[in-house]
């Protein structure tokens, strides 16, 4: 699985690092980070739980 | 009925009472008895179709991230029952982002989202700065004394939407009129009547305004969030005339009062703890998780509603289908089990799991101009601080949705 956030689309809300802290983080300089690009297929069901609920939609899973 | 069961039913029932929210600590005390005995509550208040109000961080975050089973519509806000069946037998008079679901909602949400994403944002910086240093000066020109939340707090957030829209300064008291008395319909101070054709004139004088303003941003755009509505298109045609006009409200009602209430709420707070005031004034780098703090600890925003499509199970119980919530933002905000000490104000906090934006494909438009322009101000008005004291009683507005303080008096001197 790999995740692409589109940077130009996400609004640092932070919504996606509370529901998968593993993958997603919001440091304090008030960017969103992607600690993993392809993480393990066991945190799937949480990156797609945190792509839907993307409020601007900046989160695609690849394949 | 035994004692308990009588107190949490009365602090369900407050939820539908306006004033309940003027009695602030009072408000906040219920709401931790609801978490603790009965988060998943029934409230069957009078006048109102029955509703779960839920208390629990936890559970506010569960729903909102289930919109698929949860809509907004066809009950987003509370409403008497009055009003929930002129709305069922007459529609709404007004379709914003807040009464749509997917599809919908993400194609509509996509007109004005560029504007509000941070890089666009800092374009606003020079303007901001400039109406923050305004809004002190004129502290600095009523000489040592006003009231804060009149006289500064409601003002400036307003000044920046007419910014934002690109409106004229001059429009300014009307705006101030019309939102005021669309979200202080509750409250006696504000309102200008309290029925439905009360409401509707105000909506409807709304309705003149911003289609005269639509016209002329159609034939002539600016480089404005106005012309940005005026101009935006929905499945590759223009916005329709309710939703156009819907949309504007909704920017220029849902940017303003919110936004003066975390500014008033975090002046009283800051007031009312004067060594985080002291805090912050030693080390200015505290601003952001500060301006975080006020969000959380004024909510200025009472709830959302949701409805269930199929039967939910929520801590054992089951929403069932057709069935609405409540979430209760302030609530979400003072949990126990999500905040250490949550009833301290503490302008270091971190992490603040605060839900006062929402959550998920909702989550607030505005979250990170409000934050912008929260920091603005206190980045102006703190540093000038010498002194500065409450003055007298403040209160705040009776609402069931949207408010903070309507008086601050405040006495001080600043540099
Ligand atoms: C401290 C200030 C503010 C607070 C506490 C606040 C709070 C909220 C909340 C709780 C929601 C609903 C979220 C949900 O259902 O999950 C919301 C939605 C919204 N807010 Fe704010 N807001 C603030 C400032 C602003 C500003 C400055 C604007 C900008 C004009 C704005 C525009 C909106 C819009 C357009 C929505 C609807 C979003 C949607 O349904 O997709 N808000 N806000
Ligand atoms: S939820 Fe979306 S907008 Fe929010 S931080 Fe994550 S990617 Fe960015």
Redesign the interface.
């Known amino acids: 699985m790999k995740v692409v956030v589109d940077f130009d689309l996400c609004a640092s809300t932070g919504g996606c690092a509370r529901i998968c802290p593993e993958v997603f983080e919001v440091r304090t300089d008030g960017y969103l980070y992607v600690l993993q690009d392809n993480p393990d297929d066991e945190l799937r069901d949480k990156v797609v739980e945190a792509a839907e609920n993307c409020p601007t939609g900046a989160i695609t899973i690849e394949d | 009925m035994s004692d308990l069961q009588a107190q949490l039913e009365e602090a369900g029932n407050m939820i539908t009472v306006p004033a309940s929210w003027g009695t602030f600590d009072e408000f906040h005390a219920k709401l931790a008895l609801l978490r603790k005995h009965d988060p998943v509550h029934l409230v069957n208040a009078p006048d109102h179709y029955p509703f779960w109000l839920l208390t629990k961080n936890a559970d506010i975050?569960e729903i909102?991230?289930k919109?698929?089973i949860f809509l907004n519509e066809p009950r987003p806000i509370l409403a008497n029952v009055e009003a929930d069946d002129h709305t069922r037998n007459n529609g709404n008079m007004l379709r914003t982002l807040i009464h749509m679901d997917e599809p919908d909602h993400?194609e509509y949400?996509k007109v004005a989202?560029d504007w509000?994403?941070?890089k666009n944002l800092a374009r606003l910086d020079a303007r901001m700065s400039e109406l923050a240093k305004q809004s002190v000066d004129k502290m600095s020109d009523l000489g040592g004394k006003c009231d804060f939340s009149r006289d500064i707090a409601l003002q400036y957030p307003l000044q920046v939407i007419l910014a934002i829209l690109g409106l004229p300064e001059t429009d300014y008291q009307r705006m101030l009129m019309l939102t005021q008395e669309m979200f202080g319909n509750a409250d006696p101070d504000l309102q200008r009547g309290t029925t439905i054709e009360d409401l509707t004139q105000v909506i409807n004088d709304f309705f003149i305004y911003f289609s005269e303003l639509s016209a002329s941003r159609k034939s002539t755009p600016t480089h404005d969030l106005a012309s940005t509505i005026a101009n935006g298109e929905v499945y590759d045609k223009p916005l329709g005339d309710v939703e156009m006009i819907s949309y504007y409200i909704i920017t220029a009602t849902a940017g303003h009062d919110t936004t003066s209430a975390a500014i008033a709420g975090g002046m009283l707070s800051l007031l009312q703890n004067p060594d985080q005031l002291k805090r912050l004034q030693d080390d200015m780098s505290l601003l952001?998780t500060a301006v975080d703090e006020m969000i959380r600890w004024v909510s200025p925003v009472t709830h959302f509603m949701r409805t269930a499509t199929e039967d939910y199970t929520i801590r054992n119980t089951t929403i069932k289908a057709g069935e609405s919530v409540l979430l209760s933002y302030p609530s979400g905000n003072r949990d126990e089990d999500t905040f250490t000490d949550p009833f301290k104000f503490d302008v270091g906090r971190t992490p603040n799991?605060h839900l006062a934006?929402g959550?998920?494909?909702?989550?607030c438009?505005g979250?990170?101009l409000a934050r912008m322009e929260m920091r603005t101000f206190f980045n102006e008005l703190i540093p000038r601080i010498k002194t500065m004291e409450l003055a007298g009683d403040y209160a705040h507005i009776h609402t069931t949705f949207v408010g903070g303080l309507k008086r601050l008096p405040v006495t001080y001197s600043l540099k």
């Open positions: 975050f909102e991230a919109s698929n993400a949400r989202a509000f994403l941070p952001p799991r934006f959550f998920g494909i909702h989550y438009l979250a990170m």
